[in-house]
């Protein structure tokens, strides 16, 4: 299962204008010797496989490409090059050991010291390698079929490539996508939009632009309700020479529930920039208003090779603003290669929950340290290349707030070849702090879990083998996986209605105001194509479909609550309170209040995604006109500023949602 002897993965060619280009600084060219890329001849469209020697340097960034981890090193102890004194081992980095390097001993098959599974287990080169890992995950379980499983129907076209999404607070939603030689529409100046906001109630879409390539950003939500969309990639002159370098670029969203004149405007980016330069960065809101980034790669090349990487954080104010300053961070350094796109969750202890590969700890952004590191979680990879998905399952009073994690899916190896994990961990990091096994009925890589106003959670999209980057995922996965936290272990799973469309790498799923789920997304190719062929079967994929839960299914479709109003739509979380008044089915018997959160969707990652369940009282079984008192969450810990969703939820069903802001 492990990377041993893995194929070696296509990677992209690099622009020619790029190709003079250099790494400054870059690490001795002795360590790219053993390197193999391989490049499609752009008169054969054949694979073509070759060495970088020493005059063939690599170029400053990968541009169209994606941060591909290259072949592993042999895993025989290399022993003879001394102790290290950058956390680099093993063959690649000329036989060094790790010694007593604070981060571990133990010396991962990518050449980095380490102490989890994924350095002292399959792979290790040298240190106490374990030979395996000390937990094996459980394998697929049968699931049954839900007796009302949902439904997907297209509605509509996207308009560009759905590489980041997320709902803004005027019910629309964005679609943020990398430069392309082709999108569904323009803008006034002739280029083609790269991004599009899109109306839900008509199915129809405008033009957004914006400054700095977004290829492979990460984002949040400010305490104002904007969007802010943070770090990208190199410019593509040769295709758009009016988008510039993405590497540090913050970009902002302005929308609001109120103000219709800010609807169809694009981006702004005034010029300021992150500290430093972060592809495939992660972002969660603060308590206080201000944002965490964390990771990315700084030129988009191989990050087996340490002088590409950043392993480290940063934080903007409550404006979005960067304080400038790039802070090393263990749990990042110690897992790379797989270190990119970590899930992030804000805990209602004010610290945050941090997972990448398989390793995950609690840590205190005020002080920089590792307050709690756990166990590691049996099973494959789960953050890039190889990502499953990760929900922070429902919060309420009833637990004291308590964070209660999952993480499921993944794979062994970025390649097509790679097996895909079935299995889910689960963890209460404030409780026990342990792992508890579960597994979905089919390996998935690229899952994406998203939650439902009712508490259970929809997985949809991704692939059974492969991984993620260009060409390399296979099997696609069309059916709705639905998650009821609340059942017993063995009984959480069933399977939903299965989509006919594959949702492969670079495709979204969240949550929209009405409780449907908008699928969209699926761009696997380094530049747009719209027919599929022998040498890439899974195309880029405009089409917009709904994926109706059972909550709004058959019957359930016509016991929705109407008529909601709220006495405010600007609440605190500060234990405040206001009221609801409704309408509801005669003779409906319960009331469920969710503060929802959707976040910003990328790459299987939902960053800043939550709910909690508000106490409410007032409610009468059996009456049709309601009013209730519902309470807010007494801490910013468990609802960070910025803007949500309030659904009335009825015997299980869901009202269309209000837009509030949470400050």
């Known amino acids: 299962m492990a990377a041993v002897g893995m194929t070696l993965v296509a990677r992209p060619a690099i622009p020619k204008a790029l190709m003079a280009a250099v790494v400054p600084n870059m690490v001795t060219v002795a360590l790219l010797t053993d390197i193999v890329h391989q490049q499609m001849d752009a008169k054969t469209d054949v694979p073509v496989h070759r060495s970088l020697h020493q005059e063939e340097v690599p170029p400053s960034s990968t541009t169209t490409g994606e941060p591909v981890i290259s072949s592993p090193s042999s ?202 330069k972060r592809w495939y960065p992660s972002a969660q809101t603060l308590p206080d208003g201000t944002v965490f980034v964390a990771s990315g790669s700084l030129n988009g090349l191989d990050p087996t090779i340490f002088a590409n990487n950043n392993p480290t954080w940063e934080l903007l104010d409550s404006q979005g603003v960067s304080n400038g300053v790039s802070v090393p ?85 970025q390649d097509i070849t790679s097996p895909t994990d079935p299995s889910c961990g689960r963890i209460q990091p404030l409780g026990a702090g342990t792992w508890e096994m579960d597994s979905m009925p089919e390996g998935r890589g690229m899952v994406e879990g998203t939650i439902l106003p009712d508490g259970t959670v929809i997985w949809l999209n991704g692939c059974d083998r492969g991984a993620q980057g260009y060409g390399l995922g296979a099997s696609p996965t069309y059916e709705a996986l639905i998650y009821d936290p609340t059942l017993p272990l063995g009984k959480r799973w069933t399977t939903g209605a299965s989509s006919t469309i594959a949702r492969m790498y670079h495709s979204v799923a969240f949550l929209l105001l009405d409780g449907t789920l908008l699928v969209t997304g699926s761009n696997p190719v380094e530049q747009p194509i719209l027919q599929p062929s022998a040498q890439n079967p899974y195309v880029t994929e405009f089409r917009v479909e709904v994926y109706t839960p059972p909550y709004l299914s058959g019957d359930n479709a016509k016991k929705r609550p109407t008529n909601v109003q709220l006495s405010s739509t600007a609440l605190k979380a500060n234990g405040a309170q206001f009221t609801i008044s409704f309408t509801c089915p005669q003779g409906a018997q319960g009331v469920k209040i969710s503060l929802y959160h959707g976040g910003f969707v990328t790459h299987s990652v939902h960053m800043g995604h939550r709910m909690a369940f508000l106490d409410n009282t007032g409610f009468n079984a059996g009456s049709t006109s309601q009013t209730v008192t519902a309470t807010m969450p007494p801490s910013s810990n468990i609802a960070p500023p910025g803007p949500y969703v309030v659904y009335v939820v009825v015997d299980g069903v869901p009202s269309v949602g209000q837009t509030v802001l949470v400050s």
């Open 75 to 276: 895993t025989s102890q290399a022993t003879n090059g001394g102790v290290t004194t950058d956390g680099s081992c093993g063959q690649a980095n000329g036989g060094t050991t790790c010694g007593n390097w604070p981060q571990g001993s133990c010396c991962s098959m990518y050449g980095y010291c380490g102490n989890t599974a994924s350095h002292c287990g399959a792979g290790c080169q040298s240190g106490p390698c374990a030979g395996g890992a000390a937990a094996q995950a459980p394998g697929p379980s049968p699931a049954p079929a839900n007796p009302n499983g949902g439904s997907f129907q297209i509605v509509g076209q996207s308009g560009a490539p759905a590489m980041h999404a997320g709902l803004l607070p005027n019910g629309r939603f964005f679609v943020l996508d990398k430069v392309e030689n082709y999108t569904q529409i323009k803008l006034s100046n002739g280029q083609y939009a790269y991004s599009t906001e899109y109306d839900p109630a008509t199915n129809t879409y405008v033009p957004l632009s914006y400054v700095n390539n977004a290829f492979c950003a990460g984002g949040s939500y400010l305490a104002d309700g904007r969007v802010v969309s943070l770090g990208g990639n190199a410019p593509l002159p040769d295709i758009d020479p009016t988008v510039g370098n993405g590497f540090d670029a913050i970009r902002y969203l302005s929308r609001s529930s109120s103000d219709a004149s800010l609807d169809g405007q694009g981006w702004s980016e005034p010029g300021n920039k992150l500290a430093s």
């Open 329 to 413: 961070m263990d749990i990042l350094a110690k897992n790379q290669p797989y270190y990119m796109y970590p899930f992030i969750h804000l805990m209602s202890d004010g610290n945050l929950f941090v997972f990448t590969s398989k390793s995950s700890e609690s840590f205190n952004v005020g002080s920089k340290t590792t307050i709690k590191a756990f166990p590691d979680l049996p099973g494959d990879y789960r953050t890039y290349p190889n990502t499953g998905g990760s929900v922070m399952l429902p919060l309420s009073s009833s637990s004291q707030w308590a964070p209660d994690i999952v993480v499921c899916g993944g794979g062994a190896y």
